[in-house]
């Protein structure tokens, strides 16, 4: 199963973007979003940014993934 997460852009260099998620930091690739701008929430997958998604479905995105951890723990 693969999984895309919602994560803000908080910092970009040249097509690398520092992103966030519940306090993680990591790196992904803009290849695919050259328009993505910081503060925009993207859907990563795999190191690459593939979709620009609005702060409400991030947010609900991430709820879900939460109540699923937190069923599985």
């Given amino acids: 199963m693969c999984l ?9 260099q040249g097509l690398i973007a520092t992103m966030e998620v519940d306090g993680i930091i990591r790196e992904a690739r803009l290849d695919l979003l050259p328009e993505a701008h910081e503060g925009d929430y993207v859907l990563v997958h ?3 940014a593939i979709a620009r998604v609005d702060p409400e479905q991030a947010s609900e995105t991430l709820a879900l993934l939460r109540k699923m951890i937190d069923e599985i723990q």
């Avoid at 895309?4 to 970009?12: D, F, G, L, V």
């Fill in 4 to 12: 895309a997460i919602p994560m803000k852009i908080i910092e970009i």
């Fill in 46 to 48: 795999a190191g690459l």
